[in-house]
């Protein structure tokens, strides 16, 4: 009988992350998993499109056995068997993010034979998600430091309820991870952004939002260079409605901030753009060196690099603390957590020091 690590979906955030990570990590640590609740304390639980289509992707590359990978199931067994790099697609048919689903499988191609695309169809630019722009402009360079090397394309912009985003994912193995230490903010450099709008959007929108987040930054960071670009996605290149905003600040030390914001229904330009860059603000405010958003999406790398990875980030996210429930429960590793009275938070782990069998 196989023995299953049962993690449970309704720890803590209770949100989809819990099975990305507990499935990436099933795979690369060969432990067959459970998971539980799935989903919980969202307020349809179970397998959502995005969730499922992660997991049957992750199942071809693993080439596991799964049970339970239907819609809104909240209960899965996963049994993974080898990483078998290749050419992979999937389409969604809904606006899924095409960003969480990679956010499942690249820490497991990152660890196959070969290099690996991933072409997905589904959502770019969709709520409680990264947009395309923050992991092409500040998940890509930060997972650079730890020796990670991925390039993000993307053919097509896709946002709810269509979706028909498409992307493609090129992964080029590694041997190991390399431990990062991200805690010197060095001194704040520039913000540069990107205001898009598409479809039948007017172009006031996109002026709104590079207006309001312009303001706020030269506001709060006079005589820094704040430079927000205004893009309109062209009918071939998005079909449906959709406007949003990223920013992305940089420090001395290489240090790579982002936040970013996007317009649904009713778009209100100013809220989108003041919000956005009074978040950044924040987080240069405090001098931090992970973004609320990037703290938990590093986790699973800390876990598996080689020596001691250290992030100073603000407080920790919820996100944060069920993706190191996670790692812990699956790998032979723990976390270190540290608060000072100004808000900031150290994090620290000793990787397990994950070896690529596939590479000589
Ligand atoms: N604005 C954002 N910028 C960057 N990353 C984001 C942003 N919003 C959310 N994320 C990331 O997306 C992931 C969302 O995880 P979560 O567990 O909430 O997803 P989910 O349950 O699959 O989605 P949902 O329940 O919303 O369908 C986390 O890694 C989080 O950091």
């Known amino acids: 009988m196989t023995a299953f690590v049962e993690i449970d979906g309704s720890y803590l955030e209770g949100g989809g992350q819990a099975l990305r990570n507990a499935l990436s990590l099933s795979v690369l640590l060969k432990r067959p998993v459970r998971v539980v609740k799935i989903r919980a304390n969202r307020p349809k639980p179970g397998l959502s499109h995005q969730h499922l289509h992660g997991v049957n992707l992750l199942r071809d590359i693993a080439k596991a056995d799964v049970t339970g990978n239907k819609l809104l199931s909240t209960e899965l067994e996963f049994t993974p068997h080898k990483i078998t790099s290749a050419m992979y697609k999937m389409d969604t048919r809904t606006a899924a993010s095409i960003t969480l689903i990679y956010q499942m499988i690249m820490p497991v191609l990152l660890f196959g034979g070969s290099p690996s695309r991933v072409d997905v169809i589904g959502g770019t630019n969709v709520s409680f998600s990264p947009q395309v722009e923050y992991m092409q402009q500040v998940l890509q360079p930060t997972l650079k430091r730890l020796g990670v090397n991925f390039d993000l394309k993307v053919l097509h912009y896709g946002f709810y309820p269509r979706g028909s985003g498409r992307c493609l994912l090129d992964i080029e193995p590694l041997r190991m991870l390399k431990a990062v230490e991200l805690t010197d903010f060095g001194k704040f450099k520039t913000v540069q952004g990107l205001t898009y709008y598409a479809g039948r959007l007017p172009k006031c929108i996109a002026f709104d939002i590079q207006h309001s987040a312009e303001r706020e930054m030269h506001r709060l960071w006079p005589g820094h260079e704040c430079n927000i670009q205004v893009h309109k996605h062209m009918p071939d290149k998005a079909r449906d409605n959709g406007a949003g905003l990223i920013l992305v600040a940089e420090t001395s030390t290489g240090i790579t901030l982002g936040a970013a914001g996007l317009g649904e229904k009713n778009i209100d330009g100013h809220f989108i753009g003041s919000n956005v860059s009074c978040e950044l603000a924040g987080y240069i405010k405090h001098e ?24 100073l980030t603000g407080p920790l996210t919820k996100h944060t603390r069920t993706a190191i429930y996670v790692a812990e429960q699956m790998a032979d590793v723990k976390f270190n957590i540290e608060y000072d009275d100004s808000g900031h938070t150290l994090i620290s782990c000793e990787g397990i020091g994950y070896c690529n069998e596939y590479l000589a």
């Not at 958003?293 to 699973?300: E, F, N, R, T, V």
């Not at 790398?301 to 250290?310: D, E, I, T």
Request: hydrophobic share 50%.
């Open 288 to 311: 931090i060196c992970v973004d609320a958003h990037m703290q938990d999406q590093l986790i699973i790398y800390m876990a598996l690099a080689q020596g001691c990875s250290r992030i």
